[in-house]
DNA sequence: CATGAATGAGAGTTCATTCAT
DNA sequence: AATGAATGAACTCTCATTCAT
C-alpha cells in the first residue's frame, strides 16, 4: 500500500506473473479454437482478469498470438537443448535417440498448435509468423548433426538439410499419424519403436562406420517382445466377446 | 414441354461451368485468407457472380470449403495414380521416384492450402474435416509399397506405415524448406536432388538385395514381418468392435 | 396450338382458375407464417406454378396479401348474406342466431386470418389494410338490425352500434378462448349455447315485446344435457386412473 | 475492493435505467412496424444506444419482443387492480365501472400493440407468446365477478366466462371502433355512455335482483349454476393430468 | 405466358477494442 | 493499473424481385 511511489520487485515480479498468466490461458484457448474462434473474453476469463486488462498487456489479439506462439518456439528450442544436454548418452546416436524422442512426443501434444502456426504463414493474414522461430528450434539438429561430423561420428559427405528433412519430417509424419490413432481410441503404433527405427535408419546412412552395422533386424529380444505385445491384443479381443 | 423436364446439355454444362468457377474462386481466397478470413462476398467477386448466387450451389460457408477440399484431395489421388501409370519405368523404384516427383512438387506448389487443411480443426469447429481425403490420397504409396513387396523387390519385413511415414514426412518437410528458399528468392535446394536421395535411401533400406535375404529359411527379419503382418490384422478386427 | 390469335373462352378461365390456385395458396401460406414469415417460394410450389408466374398476376407479396384479403372478406360477406337468406326462420331473432352461429364458427375456425387482418391495421406498414373490408362485412348485421327495428320486433330506441359491438364483440371474444381451449385439446366450450346465450340476451335486452320474457333459466331438458355432459367428463377423468 | 464485488447503487439504478429506455424504444417500433418489421437498428438509434447493447441487455430480438410483452401485460394487471382498489365505490356494479373505464380506455391507447399480441404466432414462430399474460389480466374481472356472486350482488346462476366473453369482447370491439372514428377526425362515440350501458346490461342480467332470484328453495337457475361450477372444477382437476 | 437461376440490399448478430469509472 | 459496459463495423445468409430463355 504504501509501495505506491517505489515499484518493487514485487510488483515488477507481479506483472511478468500476470504476463505469464495471460499467456497461458491465450495459448489453451487459441489452441482449443483457432485465431479466429478464440474470443479475447475467453482467455481474460480464463486468465481471470477484465477483458480490457489485456490490452495493457499487447496491443491487440494479433500480438498476443504472436507473444503466445514465441515463448511457444523459444520454449521448445529450450527444452530441446536441455534434453541433449541432460542425455546420459554423449554420442550423436544417444543424443539423436533423445532429441527423436523428444520432438515425437512435443508434436504429437501440441499438433494443434503447430497446425496453427503453419495456417498463420499466410501472407494476407494480420498474423504473420515469421518464420526464425521454426529456424531457431531446428538449428537444434543442425549443431548436432554437424557436431556429429567433427567427432568423426558421421560419414563427412552427408548433407545436412536432407538428413535434416528426414528427421524431422519423418517425425512429424508419424507423429501425425500417431495422435490420429490416439484420437480415435486406438494406440496400434508405439513412439518408442519409431524412434527406434528412424535412429537406426540415421546410423546406417550416416554413420561413419560400416554401412551395413546397423542393418542387424530384429533381435530375439525385440522378437520376443514383439509377440508379448501381441499377446496381450489378442488377450484384449477375447475379452470382448464376454 | 420436353425442355422442362429435361435440362438441355448446354444448361447442365452451363451448371457445371459456373460450379467450377466458383469452387476455383472460393480455393483461391480461403488460401490467401484462411476460412475464417475469407469472405463470401470476394469468393463472389472473384467468381463474377452475385453473392447469394453461391448459396443455390453450396448451403454454407462451411460447405462450400467442404467441396473445396472434396476437390483438391480427388484431383490429387487421381493425378498420383495417372503419373504412376504412365510412368515409363514399371518396377517399384522406378514408380517410386516419379511419385516422390509428383508429390513433391505438388506439395511446393500447393503448400499453402495443405497448411490450411492442416489447420482446419477436427473438432470443436463448424467445418469438420475428414480423414479420408488424406487416406485415400496415401494409399496410393501404400498400394505400391504392398505390390513391391509382393513382387519380391522389396524386403518382406519391411513395416508399411514406417516406411510411409518417411516417404511422405520428408517429401512434405522439403516440400516446406524449398517453398520458404524459393520465396526468399534463394533456390539453393533442387528439388531433383531430393528426390533421388530418397529413392536412394528407400533403394537400401528396404530393397530386396539387403544383406538378410539370401539366408535360407525363415530368418529372424521375416519372422519378425509376418507377426507385424498378423498384428495389422488383429487390428483389423478389433475395429469392427467399435 | 393453334388458337394463339383468338383468346378463346378457354383461355380466360384458365388464368381465373390459376389466379385462384395462386390465391388458395398464398392464403395457406399467409395464415401458417404470417405476412412476413410467408415465403413467395413456398406460395409457388403449392400453387404448382414458377415463382416469376406470380408476379404476372400480381405486382409484388404486399399485392398478394391484399388480393388475398380482399377475396377473404368479400367472401364472409357474401356468405353471411347467404346464410341469413337460406335461414329456416324468417324472424329477426331466428336469423340472428344463424348470424351468430356461422360467424362464432367462422371467427374459430380463420382466427389466425383475423389476427393477421388486424395486424396489418398498422399505419407503417407496406400493406396497409383498409377498413372497407370489415365494414362491408358488419353491415350484414347493420341491415338485419334496422329491419327488425323496421319490422317492430326490436325497441326503436336501441342504439344500433352498442348492439353491434356486443354482438361482434362478445362473439368474437368467446370465439378466442373456444379456439384456445381446443388447441389445448380441452373442449369445454361448446359454440351452442354461446350463440343461444347471446340471443337470449338481445331478445331480452332489444326485443320490442316484455323485457323479462326471454330470461326463462335453464329448462328441465338443458339441466338434463348439462348433467349428461359432466357425466361425461368425470368418467373420462376415471379413466385416467387405470 | 468494495466496489468492485457490490456495484454501487448509482450504477444498479443506471442499469435499470437504460434498460427501461430499450424497453421503450423496442415497444414503440414494433407497435409502428411488428416484430418482423422492426430494425434493431432503429431500435437502438431511438434508445439513444449502440445496436450491440441491446444484446448485452436482451439475447435475440424475440427476447426483446417478449421483455416487452412481459412488462405490458403485467403493468395493465396492476394497473387495473389498482384502479379498482382505488374506485370510490365498493359495490360490485361500481367497481365494473370502474374496470370497464379502464379497460376501455386501455385498449383504445394500446391497440396497435393489442392487435401486435395477437398477431404474434402461438406456433411455428420463434416468438412464442405465452397466454399467461391474457389470463393473469382477465383474473381481475374473475375474481370481481365471484366476489360479487358470493356476496349476493349478482345471479348465482350467472355463468362467469359468458360474462367475461361479453364484458371484454364488446368493450374491445368498441374501443376499436371509437379508435377508428377518432383517427378518422370524427368523435361520434363516446366512452362514458358506452361504459355506462355496458353496466347496465350487467346490472339488468346479472344483478341479484332479477325476477327468478326472490322464489325460494334451489330454483333450476341455481342448479345449473351449481353444474356449471362443478363442471369448472372437474376441469381444473383434469387439467393436472397433461 | 412461364420459368427459376441469379441477384444484392439488407437483416440480425458478433466481438475486438475503447474508455469512463 | 484494472475493469467491463458500450460500441459499431463487418460478418454470413435470406429472399423478394428480375429477366434471359
Redo the contacts with the bound molecule.
Sequence with gaps: MASKAVPSETQRS??QR?ERVILDAARAIFVDHGF??????EI?RRA??????????Y????ELMLAVLQRFWDGLTLEAEGVMASAQATDFFGRLEALARYHLNTVIVNVDFINLTFALRRDNSEVSVSRDHLRHYVAVFDRLFLRGQDRGELRADAVLWRARDIFYGSLEYSARSIEMTMEAGRSTREQTPVVEDLVALFRAHYGAHSKDEAIDGPTAASLSAQIERLTDKVDTLSKRFD
Design positions: 507481479k506483472l500476470k479466429d474462434g478464440a474470443r479475447m473474453h481474460a481471470g482478469i477484465g477483458e480490457g486488462t489485456i490490452y495493457s498487456y496491443e491487440s489479439k494479433a
